[in-house]
């Protein structure tokens, strides 16, 4: 099973960007858990920026609430970051994040699973 990301660029403050992330595995019969999505800018350790479970509960850090919106489309294993009303400070390398459990003999295995990173600049 892999996360693949999409999305991000170059977007002048006060712009909006989405960016997505699916998780495949061909031939594979999978579950997820909760997905997220985490960012680390240039000197910075990541953090997490929003997190969503199954069921749709979603939990934001303080400097995003209002502005991005993390949603999950679960029939096509697709999370999605909606980031509105972008600032400066908003750069950084965006990882998508999820909990999957991949099926083996009448069990679900859950492992932590993170995307190759989409670079979101945030810039005039």
């Known amino acids: 099973v892999q996360l693949q990301a999409f999305g991000g660029g170059l977007v002048q403050p006060g712009g909006s960007l989405r960016v997505s992330c699916a998780a495949c595995?061909?031939?594979?019969?999978?579950?997820?858990?909760?997905m997220a999505w985490y960012r680390q800018a240039p000197g910075k350790q990541r953090e997490l920026v929003a997190s969503?479970?199954?069921?749709?509960?979603?939990n934001y850090i303080d400097s995003v609430k209002g502005r991005f919106t993390i949603s999950r489309d679960n029939a096509k294993n697709t999370v999605y970051l909606q980031m509105n009303s972008l600032k400066p400070e908003d750069t950084a390398v965006h990882y998508c994040?999820?909990?999957?459990?991949?099926?083996?003999?009448?069990?679900?295995?859950?492992?932590?699973?993170w995307g190759q990173g989409t670079e979101v600049t945030v810039s005039s």
């Open positions: 969503i479970s199954t069921p749709g509960t979603t």
């Open positions: 595995g061909p031939g594979i019969m999978f579950s997820i858990k909760d």
């Open positions: 994040y999820a909990e999957i459990g991949t099926y083996y003999s009448g069990s679900y295995y859950y492992y932590h699973y």
